[in-house]
């Protein structure tokens, strides 16, 4: 095995999810590679602090839990405090997603979303709009695809050698991209619609529900088949539905009411979400039992 190979395998290692075979050349390789053993020892020094950091989350949690049992013992009304020290603990759970994310991936969205603005204000008239709202959703599925698979994020690795649900972490991850995505395309939907007299809603509602659907259907197959063919599945849906035969196979930017934002293109992208999710959930579920 190659030693870049076994440096970008060094964190699926730690949390030992790798198969019997890759477990064995990588313990092969750490005797005699005094690199490699270094690197191992960085990265376990990372997920000391994260476990670290976790158990004074749990320590906190149960002093508060305690406080509230004594008062509770004297008081008839419940307390609501402890609902909102869950949604406190989550929230802590979302900001450290956010430390942990690669910089490249806000840096690559800032400028795919710059470009595709800047290209759309070029185009004459009704077809900046179209242009625009073509490139966003698929800009917001390819970056959800890659920030939710280990793959390309060795970080993720220590991320889930914690006792933070695998859904907390990949709705943590999701969601803090997508909602990075979709306020940069509101700045640019804002400066198209200023520079072309058009309204921002009008824009808008040409890509929100198409680029939920896209980046729920990314997040779903990036799982299973790793987060190249989830970006490529939902380019290949999003073409399909610009792809016109009678034009002798040519790309037609239209607006096609079924794939602008409606309810029933909402209530797939929940759909596709939740069995994200559910799959997140379940290969977590086997990898610990494996």
Do not use: K
Not at 85 to 112: C, D, E, G, M, N
Not at 163 to 180: A, E
Not at 204 to 219: D, K, R
Request: proline residues 8%; contains cysteine; charged residues 10%.
């Amino acid at each position: 095995m190659p030693h870049a190979a076994i440096t970008d395998l060094l964190p699926a290692y730690l949390n030992g999810t790798l198969s019997a075979a890759e477990d064995w050349h990588i313990r092969s390789h750490l005797e005699g590679c005094p690199t490699c053993r270094q690197a191992l020892a960085a990265w376990e020094g990372i997920a000391t602090t994260e476990r670290a950091s976790l158990a004074a989350v749990r320590t906190t949690r149960d002093l508060l839990a305690g406080a509230w049992a004594t008062i509770d013992a004297s008081a008839p009304a419940p307390s609501p405090m402890p609902v909102t020290f869950h949604w406190w603990q989550t929230a802590q759970v979302v900001l450290r997603q956010a430390r942990l994310l690669p910089p490249v991936v806000w840096v690559a969205s800032l400028v795919a979303i710059a470009l595709a603005t800047y290209v759309a204000v070029e185009q004459p008239g009704h077809d900046a709009s179209l242009l625009l709202a073509f490139a966003l959703p698929l800009i917001a599925a390819t970056g959800v695809g890659f920030v939710t698979e280990p793959e390309f994020d060795p970080l993720l690795e220590v991320a889930r050698s914690t006792p933070i649900r695998p859904s907390l972490i990949f709705l943590s991850r999701w969601g803090l991209l997508y909602g990075f995505d979709f306020v940069l395309s509101l700045v640019g939907t804002g400066v198209l619609a200023w520079l072309s007299h058009q309204g921002v809603w009008d824009i808008a509602t040409l890509w929100v529900g198409p680029m939920a659907l896209l980046a729920a259907l990314s997040a779903l197959l990036a799982t299973p088949f790793g987060p190249f063919a989830a970006s490529g599945t939902a380019l290949v849906v999003w073409i399909a539905r610009a792809f016109s035969p009678a034009d002798g196979g040519s790309l037609r930017l239209m607006q096609d009411p079924l794939w602008a934002t409606n309810p029933p293109i909402l209530l797939t992208a929940a759909v596709l979400l939740g069995l994200a999710i559910v799959v997140t959930e379940r290969r977590e579920r086997f990898s610990s039992a494996r």
